[in-house]
Each structure stands twice: as C-alpha cells, then as structure tokens.
C-alpha cells in the first residue's frame, strides 16, 4: 500500500504534531507500507530515517500561498492508495485533491486542538480570504476516518465543525512510543517509596476542561489535611 504523509511540522521543528507524524510514519512502515512523507518545514530535515521516503518543503511563513502551491504539485505528481493529514493546513490542501479521480482512494485526518480557535473563532486574514473552512469542511465530508487525541478534543471539535461524521471521530490517546515516553524511563526508574510522590501535570488551560477547579478542589483538600 502506497500512503502519503502529509504535515506542516516535522522534527527538527519544535511541536507535539510533527514527532506524532513520524511515529505514525514508523508504525505504518512497520505493517509494511510504502510511505512518502510530504514535509513543510521551517528547519531543515536531518534524519538517516531508511523506512519512509521524506520530501521536504521550506516553510516561508511571508508566502502561505506559494508553500501551498508548492505542496499541491508535489503531490498531484504521484498516486496514492491513502492520503493521510497530519494537521489543518494539510487537510486543506488535500480537499483539493478530491476534485481530482484517482490521486487518492482513502483520505484520513488528524486533528490536535487548535483548529476550532484557528478555523473558526478567529481565523487569519488568508484563510477568510482563501476560504479556508469551506474547504477544510470537504476535506471532512470526503475523509473515512479522523483522528484525535483525547475524547474532549473530538467532543470539542464535533460541536463545532458539523460537516465531520461523528461516526468517523476515531480517539487515540498517544502517537508516541510508550517505551520513550518520561512515564516509563523517569518515574519508574527512579521511585523512591519512602520519599513523597511529587507530580506534575501539563494541560491547555481551558475553562471546559475543569482543569482550574481541579486544582481548587485539590487546594482545598490539602487545607483540610488530606
């Protein structure tokens, strides 16, 4: 199966969606996929990776339109059995190539949280102009599944974008390795019994999450003698 991995963000740039984008790439290679990564990237791309092939293409964040453009030739020149989307931005591009029989049979998609601010609550001044949400919305009509990382990002993101089949909302918790994540390498390692548990816990603050009035309700706690 030939599947092309399209992402706005990959490693050496800093951000959760380009490490999930290649270790998703890693996992399809593992069951034997042919992958192409299509790589928009402000850094140069330093890898000695031998199990997917990367194409990378300079961000230049003066010149949105012309990356996009860029990004939409490349693909248009190869065929693919499954084109997946590792963000917003690369959804958009791939609506346009569901107006084209025979680029792609499958589309998938990833969504990581942002999208309901950027897309809808306060979109730039290029996607008002480029109408960036009706095509964004197509890309959701024609896809077979989308990904997200917690139930309350889907829950978030169904209220708000209708064009998206909740049927097709598809909840993984993590696109990371467990073997490398600081769980499994720094807590276990180094618990110590007869020491207090000290732990930190890292969130958006956002007022739906509860997260403030966890903490409140843990203040409170504390004060009481818990």
């Given at each position: 199966m030939k599947i092309c991995y399209l992402t706005f963000e990959f490693p050496n740039d800093l951000g959760g969606a380009g490490r999930v984008a290649k270790e998703n790439a890693h996992h399809l290679a593992d069951f034997g996929c042919a992958v192409d990564i299509v790589a928009v990237a402000t850094q140069e791309i330093v890898s000695d990776e031998s199990s997917f092939n990367i194409v990378h293409i300079l961000k230049k964040t003066r010149m949105p339109w012309l990356v996009y453009m860029n990004v939409?030739?490349?693909l248009v020149l190869k065929k693919y059995d499954v084109l997946v989307c590792n963000d917003?931005?690369?959804?958009?591009?791939?609506?346009?190539?569901?107006f084209i029989p025979g680029r792609a049979n499958k589309y998938y998609g990833f969504v990581h949280g942002d999208?309901?601010?950027?897309?809808?609550?306060?979109?730039?001044?290029?996607?008002?102009?480029?109408?960036?949400?009706?095509?964004?919305?197509?890309?959701?009509?024609?896809?077979?599944?989308?990904?997200?990382?917690?139930?309350?990002m889907a829950n978030k993101f169904?209220?708000?974008?209708?064009?998206?089949?909740?049927?097709?909302?598809?909840?993984?918790?993590?696109?990371?390795?467990?073997?490398?994540?600081?769980?499994?390498?720094?807590?276990?390692?180094?618990?110590?019994?007869?020491?207090?548990?000290?732990?930190?816990?890292?969130?958006?603050?956002?007022?739906?999450?509860?997260?403030?009035?966890?903490?409140?309700?843990?203040?409170?706690?504390?004060?009481?003698?818990f």
């Open positions: 939409l030739l490349t917003a931005q690369s959804m958009f591009i791939g609506s346009f190539l569901t999208e309901v601010d950027e897309i809808i609550v306060g979109p730039s001044r290029f996607k008002k102009m480029v109408r960036f949400d009706l095509f964004y919305d197509r890309f959701l009509k024609k896809s077979e599944k989308v990904f997200f990382l917690s139930r309350f169904c209220m708000n974008f209708l064009a998206l089949d909740s049927e097709k909302a598809v909840v993984i918790n993590s696109g990371v390795r467990i073997e490398k994540t600081i769980v499994k390498s720094s807590i276990t390692k180094n618990f110590d019994a007869s020491k207090p548990l000290k732990l930190i816990s890292v969130s958006r603050i956002e007022k739906a999450k509860g997260y403030v009035e966890m903490v409140l309700l843990l203040e409170k706690l504390f004060d009481l003698g």
